[in-house]
C-alpha cells in the first residue's frame, strides 16, 4: 500500500487545519485494520499522534485528546486528521501509516507502511 499526505500548511496558533491521507495500491482500506498518524518535531522521536482501527474505534495520545479527531472514509480510500485548537508545540511534520497487523499497535515498528510526511507550522 502507499500512503500519500496532504493537508499541512502554516496557522496561527489556536487555528484548524485537517490532513488528508489517501491509501492507493490497496482495493480498500478496510483491509488495513488499523490506520494511524504520528508526528515528528525536530530533534525529537516519532510519536503517535492517533490511531483508528477498522471498526471506527480510535485512540489518541493526550497531548491532543479533545483537539484532534482521527476518522476514516473507507469509501475513498482516505484517512483525515482533524486538527483544532492547535499550539506552537504541535509543530511537526505529520506522517500516516497503516499498520502491519499487530493487533493494537502503538510502536513505529507497528507499522508496516508510512506516506511521506506533511509539515505542520503553527505560529505563535
Known amino acids: 500500500v502507499q500512503l500519500q499526505a496532504s493537508g499541512g500548511g502554516l496557522v496561527q496558533a489556536g487555528g484548524s487545519l485537517r490532513l488528508s491521507c489517501a491509501a492507493s495500491?490497496?482495493?480498500?482500506?478496510?483491509?488495513?485494520?488499523?490506520m494511524g498518524w504520528y508526528r515528528q518535531a525536530p530533534g525529537k522521536q516519532r510519536e503517535l499522534v492517533a490511531i483508528?482501527?477498522?471498526?471506527?474505534?480510535?485512540t489518541y495520545a493526550d497531548f491532543v485528546k479533545g483537539r484532534f479527531t482521527i476518522s476514516r472514509d473507507n469509501a475513498k480510500n482516505t484517512v483525515f486528521l482533524q486538527m483544532y485548537g492547535l499550539k506552537p508545540e504541535d509543530t511537526a511534520v505529520y506522517y500516516c501509516?497503516?499498520?502491519?497487523?499487530?493487533?493494537?499497535?502503538?510502536?513505529?515498528?507497528?507499522?508496516?507502511?508510512w506516506g511521506q510526511g506533511t509539515l505542520v507550522t503553527v505560529s505563535s
Open positions: 501509516a497503516a499498520g502491519s497487523g499487530v493487533p493494537s499497535p502503538t510502536a513505529p515498528s507497528d507499522f508496516g507502511s
Open positions: 495500491g490497496i482495493t480498500s482500506i478496510l483491509r488495513i485494520r488499523d
Open positions: 483508528i482501527d477498522s471498526d471506527g474505534s480510535t
